[in-house]
């Protein structure tokens, strides 16, 4: 087999997001079944720190600034008729990069992940195509638009968006999608579905990494008598804070009513203004981004995943069942994890009576808590490692693989 290109939207290095965790992973993988260059974008200071570890596991790579500001991104998305999504993500030094290394380097597969990097594949590129859409984005930006959020603007998103994701089905030799949930309604959206190959493959968790053995836990928790909630994720993206507000407004109000010391921890980097200024707001604790977030996993009493819009599957989510701590989530954040409601995680609608309710039970019963956690941990321990995920992602690019033939 020849080498393998690997095209990403963000840097995947530290995985510490959960974009970032993916590619990073994937990345790994397929270095082990061959010689990867790497074409990837930095957007901070601290992307730009990372040029060491992409130079120790690729062959060539390209860390490429992408400074673009959101609104001229959206006028040249007007111009050209296309997503805002593929706009901001087009440099000039990528299309170069991926021209140089085609042309020089014997290039078996192109490897895309996620769809912003599908723009970038030589119209004329003969080898093997594999994309990675990770989730439906194409429904993410409809479901912004039916909840009231820049109605115009994300209809735009999501119709445009859903004749990318369309092309690429098309052009890749396989699809992958981060669940058989997501599979499903992509196969549901595209339509004809002639020709293509759409296949899940799933998230894996560092079970050893997230393990309680041996984590502190925060000392800011750990004493206090009342439940002690902890949302955990990357706080400037529109579901999480949603997620949090909720809490904060719903939630929070009705369960200090008779838990007057119940605090709600939202640890995260990136929390807009409009979370920062509720820090203190009934028993809201915003602590932003912080060293590790092992120790106030360690110490809440519950970990909470009120996700009213839900894409693939959440790292949050295995993260905190690593831990073997009890989860209380809704079902769009159980989304793509085949585990056992009630067993392995509680799972209940959006609604902040059945969501007190579920809170008591939990925190009411500390044995049945600490049983859920552990055969919480236990699942993904047995189901859910990024070794496995590396299996089948040998299986699947390796030569030999299944797939359409190029040519």
Same mark, same amino acid.
Request: net charge neutral; proline share 6%.
């Given at each position: 087999?020849g080498?393998?290109?690997?095209?990403?939207?963000?840097?995947?290095?530290?995985?510490?997001? =959960?974009?970032k965790?993916?590619?990073?992973h #994937?990345?790994?993988? %397929?270095a082990?079944?061959?010689?990867?260059?790497? *074409?990837?974008?930095?957007?901070?200071?601290?992307?730009?720190?990372?040029?060491?570890?992409?130079?120790? $596991?690729?062959?060539?790579?390209?860390?490429?600034?992408?400074?673009?500001?959101?609104?001229?991104?959206?006028l040249?998305?007007?111009? &050209?008729?296309?997503?805002?999504s593929?706009?901001?993500?087009?440099?000039?030094?990528?299309?170069?990069?991926?021209?140089? +290394?085609?042309?020089?380097?014997?290039i078996? &597969?192109?490897f895309?992940?996620?769809?912003?990097?599908?723009?970038y594949?030589?119209?004329?590129?003969?080898g093997?195509i594999?994309?990675?859409?990770?989730?439906?984005?194409?429904?993410?930006?409809?479901?912004?638009?039916?909840s009231?959020?820049?109605?115009? #603007?994300?209809?735009?998103?999501?119709?445009? #968006?859903?004749?990318?994701?369309?092309?690429?089905?098309?052009?890749?030799?396989m +699809?992958?999608?981060?669940?058989d949930?997501?599979? *499903?309604?992509?196969?549901?959206?595209?339509?004809?579905?002639?020709?293509?190959?759409?296949?899940?493959?799933?998230?894996g968790?560092d079970?050893a990494f997230?393990?309680?053995?041996?984590?502190?836990?925060?000392?800011?928790?750990?004493?206090?008598?009342?439940?002690?909630?902890?949302?955990? *994720?990357?706080?400037?993206?529109?579901?999480?804070?949603?997620?949090?507000?909720?809490?904060?407004?719903?939630?929070?109000?009705?369960?200090?009513?008779?838990?007057?010391?119940?605090?709600?921890h939202?640890?995260?980097?990136?929390?807009?203004?409009?979370?920062?200024?509720?820090?203190?707001?009934? *028993? &809201?604790?915003?602590?932003?981004e912080v060293?590790?977030?092992r120790?106030? #996993?360690?110490?809440?009493?519950?970990?909470?995943?009120?996700? %009213? $819009?839900?894409?693939?599957?959440?790292?949050k989510?295995?993260?905190?069942?690593?831990?073997?701590?009890?989860?209380?989530?809704?079902?769009g954040?159980?989304?793509?994890?085949?585990?056992?409601?009630?067993?392995?995680?509680?799972?209940?609608?959006?609604?902040?009576a059945?969501?007190?309710?579920?809170?008591?039970?939990?925190?009411?019963?500390?044995?049945?808590?600490?049983?859920? =956690?552990?055969?919480?941990?236990?699942?993904v321990?047995?189901?859910?490692?990024?070794e496995?995920?590396?299996?089948?992602?040998?299986?699947?690019?390796?030569?030999?693989?299944?797939?359409?033939?190029?040519?």
């Amino acid at each position: 087999m020849g080498d393998i290109l690997f095209l990403g939207h963000r840097v995947p290095f530290p995985p510490d997001r =959960g974009d970032k965790i993916r590619s990073h992973h #994937l990345l790994k993988g %397929l270095a082990r079944i061959a010689p990867v260059h790497v *074409g990837t974008f930095a957007e901070t200071p601290a992307d730009r720190m990372r040029k060491g570890e992409l130079a120790a $596991l690729a062959k060539t790579h390209a860390l490429i600034d992408r400074q673009k500001p959101l609104p001229l991104a959206g006028l040249q998305a007007v111009v &050209t008729n296309r997503p805002v999504s593929l706009a901001a993500f087009d440099h000039a030094a990528m299309r170069s990069y991926v021209a140089k +290394t085609v042309r020089n380097h014997r290039i078996d &597969t192109i490897f895309v992940f996620s769809g912003q990097m599908g723009q970038y594949i030589p119209s004329d590129f003969g080898g093997r195509i594999i994309v990675d859409l990770c989730d439906v984005d194409s429904a993410k930006f409809a479901a912004y638009a039916d909840s009231g959020q820049r109605r115009w #603007l994300n209809r735009r998103e999501a119709r445009l #968006l859903a004749r990318e994701e369309q092309r690429l089905a098309h052009r890749a030799d396989m +699809t992958f999608l981060i669940s058989d949930a997501e599979v *499903g309604l992509f196969r549901q959206q595209i339509g004809d579905t002639a020709g293509i190959d759409v296949r899940s493959l799933g998230n894996g968790i560092d079970a050893a990494f997230f393990a309680p053995d041996g984590i502190t836990p925060s000392e800011h928790l750990a004493e206090a008598e009342d439940p002690q909630l902890v949302f955990t *994720g990357q706080m400037d993206y529109p579901p999480n804070i949603a997620a949090v507000e909720w809490m904060i407004d719903e939630v929070m109000p009705r369960l200090r009513q008779h838990h007057p010391r119940a605090r709600f921890h939202v640890v995260g980097r990136a929390a807009p203004a409009r979370l920062t200024a509720r820090h203190g707001e009934v *028993g &809201t604790r915003v602590w932003g981004e912080v060293p590790d977030v092992r120790p106030f #996993l360690r110490a809440a009493d519950i970990v909470v995943a009120p996700l %009213l $819009l839900a894409r693939g599957v959440q790292n949050k989510v295995l993260e905190a069942m690593a831990m073997a701590r009890p989860v209380l989530l809704t079902p769009g954040a159980a989304t793509g994890i085949d585990a056992q409601n009630a067993q392995h995680f509680l799972v209940r609608e959006a609604n902040p009576a059945i969501w007190i309710e579920a809170i008591d039970e939990l925190f009411g019963q500390p044995a049945r808590a600490a049983a859920m =956690g552990a055969e919480a941990r236990r699942y993904v321990v047995g189901n859910l490692s990024w070794e496995s995920v590396y299996r089948q992602l040998a299986a699947l690019v390796s030569p030999g693989a299944a797939g359409r033939d190029a040519a």
